[in-house]
Each structure stands twice: as C-alpha cells, then as structure tokens.
C-alpha cells in the first residue's frame, strides 16, 4: 500500500514560500533605492540587497528542489508536482538528513540517476521538540533499501 513520507507543507516551501517571499522582499529593496536622493545613500540599501541576493540564491537551493516523496512495498514514488517517477527501492544507496536545518531535510542517494537527479530531497513530517535526533523516516527507507538490496543479491 503506498504511503507519503512527505511533510503536507512541502508545496508550502517548495511553491508558497519562495513565490511570496523572494518578490516581496526584493519590491522592498527596490523602494529603498527608489526613495528620495538623500535617503538612498544610506548604507542599509546595500545590506537589504545583499541579503536580500543571498536569501534568495538560499531559498532556491533549499527549498525549490524539494520533492513529494511517498512509498510502497517495491518502488519509491518521487514528484515535482508536475511529473511522478517511480524508483525501485533497490535503487537507495544511502539516506541521509541535514538536522541543522529547520525542516530536516532527507536525502535519498541513488545508484543511478533518475529523471530528478542522483540525489531526491524531500521535507518528513515535522516533529516537534525534536531537535537533534534522526527522523525515523531515515531508518526506514534505510531498512527498505537494505532488504531489496539483499532480495537483489546486493550486499551492503
């Protein structure tokens, strides 16, 4: 039975959030330099946008690239929202997940790349009060990949 493994506010930060914040903040930046002589020397234009360059450039790496990942006995079904592939579990070489990061992101390695890459990343479900441990979705898809891999004759 397939299942999601994916947070449901993925398209949140995925789409919403760098869709709202990236123009939003970059209008304000702009007004900043559009504003009166005498004001628009001020230093704090080019803190706003220097940061504002540097988030951006962030939010993108971070956040656009994420996937809906969900799962069942023999495939992993990975999307973008606008096209699915499904991945043979044998196909995981490792999982991994960056828990300095507020969404913790989880990245499945690949043997071979798929029409996403050689690497999916995808946001779990929030966990609060949570901080420094692993999500279990990483021993899962971790055990998951191991007992196709054996099924397979791979040995890991």
Not at 65 to 80: A, C, G, I, P, T
Not at 125 to 136: G, L, Q
Request: charge should be positive; hydrophobic fraction near 50%.
């Amino acid at each position: 039975m397939r299942r999601s493994l994916s947070s449901w506010q993925t398209w949140l930060m995925k789409i919403f959030f760098p869709a709202v914040w990236i123009p939003l903040f970059g209008f304000v930046t702009l007004m900043m330099f559009m504003v009166s002589p005498d004001v628009a020397d001020l230093p704090p234009k080019w803190i706003f946008l220097l940061v504002w360059i540097a988030a951006s450039v962030f939010i993108c790496w971070s956040c656009i690239r994420l996937k809906e990942v969900s799962v069942d006995d023999d495939f992993l079904y990975v999307s973008n929202y606008l096209k699915e592939v499904s991945i043979p579990l044998s196909e995981i070489y490792d999982v991994t997940e960056n828990m300095w990061v507020n969404i913790h992101p989880v990245t499945i390695h690949l043997k071979s790349p798929s029409e996403f890459g050689d690497k999916i990343v995808f946001m779990p479900p929030t966990r609060y009060f949570a901080f420094f441990s692993s999500h279990p979705v990483v021993k899962e898809l971790k055990e998951l990949a191991r007992s196709k891999n054996k099924a397979a004759g791979f040995i890991r």
